[in-house]
């Protein structure tokens, strides 16, 4: 194919599907680059064992040289394939500086008030349902949900109340699945026990492929290559420009070309590919040169789960994900630093208990299964440039990653496990008559150094091109045409899931590539590019509005 195109869209995620959604009716000629296939509907989708094909058993190292594999998910709509779909919106804090356990959270270039319209802009587009006003820790909001709470089963419901009456402030989660429990029969979702870590068979997940590719992948002036794994960027003579996608397609070396480029490959990815695309211009990676800090600043949260179990009371439910709780969100009394947020996740099942036995003994694992109420905890972890993605001999991908803030997190998980006990297991409330003595367990797993599904940070965006890969249209500071949209942006992780906040900026970016495409009428910035690459209609920097706002929350 040696048509040029005006712009280059590379992975299909959250970040890249939203944008080509974004970009799509401007009736330019857009070429998407996806990796991966569109994902197969079939029984496997929903079967526990089966899932696991839909994660790449792709080979990383650790920083001792040890194989990891992170198990990224390949395919059209990217990693939100087998996402869970909680769409939180970050904390008004989030974007400011905070002190943390083991060091700062550093403060965003723009904050909540500039995001604020995308967030509501992305709720619609991948149709969150929710309720505003319960959560205290909830930033302000222009508009409402787009879709009303996904109600709890019963036992969540229990469960909801009785927090409620001691004194805590649980609240229902944004979630991103189809569900109209006005009409059932019409619902897009079924509300099944097969969601989160999985596909949806019935397409009713909130994904980046049903909602923003799909409904534009067959515009004339969009072409879609699915397998199509992009290796390298070559840039012109200047260094200044991308002149070249290179692609192997189907096994064949192929290479495009446009004149606009937007990664979106995921912040691990993403990172990867700038710094294979090293060159003469560019020694240290593409983009690199200013900053040094292509691939650095990864983060992905501390994460774990906690598994609660009182045979006193069993717990049905098949769609659990509906409720979150954000009182140790900023920390407690006594103890001044943020702690994270709490929300359930999927349900456990028989078939990911089965070989685990011992840990839950004496508790059986069908006990486990048939009692086990989920939850999912995350603590923020704080950026490190020495926490880094690094390329080797071309090829190999290092994640260079120490851990760090695990003290807040070991802190969260044990306050939360401490107020289940409490609670045992919710048996205050209407305890079932039952001849045995009632067993009970609380069992946490702490995700590993390779769980990088929540991984951002690898090309931090600001205004200044020596501390940020990106400017604050996340375009790469060092090259006029380059753009990346993924994760990658991120200044600090925030302790909730980051997809809505991806979302929100490729909805943002998207409406300046529109503007820039258009002529560039709405920018009035610094004008840069040489008169060899012909770049100088590109705009190098685009003012932070928050630069005129006072900051908006108070610390
Ligand atoms: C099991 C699981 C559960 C999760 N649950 C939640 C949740 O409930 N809420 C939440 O907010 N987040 C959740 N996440 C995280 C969420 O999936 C990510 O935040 C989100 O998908 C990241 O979007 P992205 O655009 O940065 O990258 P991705 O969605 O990963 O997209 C990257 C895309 O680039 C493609 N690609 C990569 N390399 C190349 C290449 N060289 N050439 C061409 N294409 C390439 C990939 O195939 C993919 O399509 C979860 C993740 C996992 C794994
Ligand atoms: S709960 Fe709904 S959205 Fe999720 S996999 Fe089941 S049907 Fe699909």
Redesign the pocket.
């Known amino acids: 194919m040696s048509e040029h195109f005006d712009v280059i869209i590379?992975?299909?995620?959250?970040?890249?599907g939203t944008l080509l959604h974004q970009l799509a009716p401007s009736g330019k000629k857009i070429l998407v680059?996806?990796?991966?296939p569109f994902l197969a509907r079939e029984k496997d989708n929903w079967s526990y064992q089966g899932s696991f094909k839909y994660y790449s058993s792709e080979v990383m190292y650790n920083k001792e040289g040890k194989e990891i594999r992170p198990g990224?998910?390949?395919?059209?709509?990217?990693?939100?394939k087998?996402?869970?779909?909680?769409?939180?919106r970050l904390r008004e804090g989030d974007f400011e500086k905070f002190r943390h356990h083991d060091g700062t959270s550093p403060e965003w270039p723009i904050k909540y008030r500039d995001w604020e319209p995308y967030y509501g802009r992305a709720e619609q587009l991948y149709q969150v349902h929710g309720k505003a006003g319960e959560d205290p820790t909830e930033p302000w909001r222009s508009s409402e949900y787009p879709f009303p709470p996904i109600s709890h089963e019963p036992r969540i419901k229990e469960v909801f109340e009785t927090l409620k009456t001691r004194g805590l402030k649980p609240y229902p989660a944004p979630m991103g699945v189809r569900l109209n429990e006005a009409a059932m029969h019409l619902s897009p979702c079924i509300r099944c026990d097969t969601c989160?870590?999985y596909p949806c068979l019935v397409g009713a997940k909130s994904d980046?492929d049903v909602l923003a590719v799909r409904p534009v992948m067959n515009r004339a002036n969009v072409t879609l290559l699915t397998n199509?794994?992009?290796l390298r960027l070559q840039t012109s003579a200047s260094g200044r420009e991308v002149r070249g996608v290179v692609v192997d397609f189907n096994g064949e070396e192929q290479v495009f070309s446009s004149d606009l480029v937007v990664v979106?490959?995921?912040?691990v990815?993403s990172a990867a590919?700038l710094l294979r695309s090293a060159n003469d211009q560019h020694p240290r990676g593409l983009g690199n040169n200013s900053s040094g800090l292509v691939g650095r600043n990864l983060m992905k949260h501390v994460l774990g789960s906690l598994i609660a179990v009182s045979t006193l009371k069993c717990n049905p439910s098949k769609f659990q994900k509906t409720m979150a709780i954000n009182d140790f969100y900023w920390g407690e009394p006594g103890y001044e630093f943020p702690m994270g947020n709490i929300q359930l996740m999927g349900k456990t099942v028989i078939d990911g208990l089965r070989g685990h036995e011992e840990k839950y003994a004496p508790l059986t694992i069908e006990e486990v299964a048939k009692n086990s109420i989920d939850w999912w905890l995350t603590t923020e972890d704080l950026p490190d440039p020495q926490n880094q993605v690094r390329v080797e001999d071309a090829e190999r991908i290092i994640i260079d990653y120490t851990e760090n803030n695990s003290e807040p997190f070991d802190r969260l998980v044990e306050r939360w496990k401490g107020i289940l006990k409490e609670l045992g297991g919710g048996d205050p409330i209407v305890p079932q008559v039952n001849d045995f003595a009632p067993k009970s367990g609380y069992f946490t797993t702490k995700m590993p150094m390779h769980s990088l599904?929540?991984q951002v940070g690898t090309c931090k965006f600001g205004e200044d091109p020596q501390t940020s890969v990106l400017d604050l249209n996340c375009r790469v500071h060092d090259v006029d045409n380059l753009y990346v949209v993924?994760?990658s942006f991120f200044v600090s992780s925030g302790a909730v899931?980051?997809?809505?906040t991806?979302i929100a900026n490729a909805i943002r970016v998207g409406d300046h590539l529109l503007q820039l495409m258009a002529g560039g009428a709405a920018m009035q910035d610094e004008e840069v590019g040489s008169a060899e690459n012909g770049l100088n209609r590109f705009p190098r920097l685009l003012t932070s509005s928050a630069a005129n706002h006072e900051p908006s929350f108070a610390k």
């Open positions: 590379i992975g299909t995620g959250a970040g890249g680059l996806e990796r991966g990224f998910s390949y395919q059209v709509g990217g990693n939100t087998v996402y869970g779909a909680a769409l939180f989160d870590g980046a199509a794994k992009v979106s490959c995921g912040a990815n590919l599904g929540h993924d994760g899931n980051p997809t809505l991806i």
